[in-house]
């Protein structure tokens, strides 16, 4: 079994910094492209960035300049460093990944980042 396991949200005012991690735990190797995604209150969930196992990187243009995705293969685990937060930015962030060759695709618990002042 794998699981995905998110930590690092809470409350920010505007203008303000966050980290997100995303550790990956299993037996089911490698583990392949990690994204993370948020879903606000009353709306569709969104891809936020992503970043494949070699490092290469995406962003949606809402938060592209702002927030930075990395990963540490060694240790399973993708980070989101959020900076400039908005309001709008408030949602639950999920991270995601795709584990093995088959690219089984798996979903965290989600971690809520509010940004009010």
């Known amino acids: 079994q794998v699981q995905l396991v998110e930590s690092g949200g809470g409350l920010v005012q505007p203008g303000g910094s966050l980290r997100l991690s995303c550790t990956a735990s299993?037996?089911?190797?490698?583990?392949?492209?990690m994204g993370w995604y948020r879903q606000a209150l009353g709306k569709q969930r969104e891809a936020v960035a992503a970043v494949t196992r070699a490092g290469a990187t995406g962003y949606s243009d809402s938060v592209k300049g702002r927030f930075t995705i990395s990963r540490d293969n060694n240790k399973k685990t993708a980070y989101l460093q959020m900076n400039s937060l908005k309001p709008e930015d408030t949602a639950v962030y999920y991270c995601?990944?795709?584990?093995?060759?088959?690219?089984?695709?798996?979903w965290g618990q989600g971690t809520l980042v509010t940004v009010s002042s």
């Open positions: 995601n990944a795709a584990f093995g060759p088959s690219n089984l695709e798996v």
């Open positions: 299993g037996n089911i190797y490698p583990v392949n492209a």
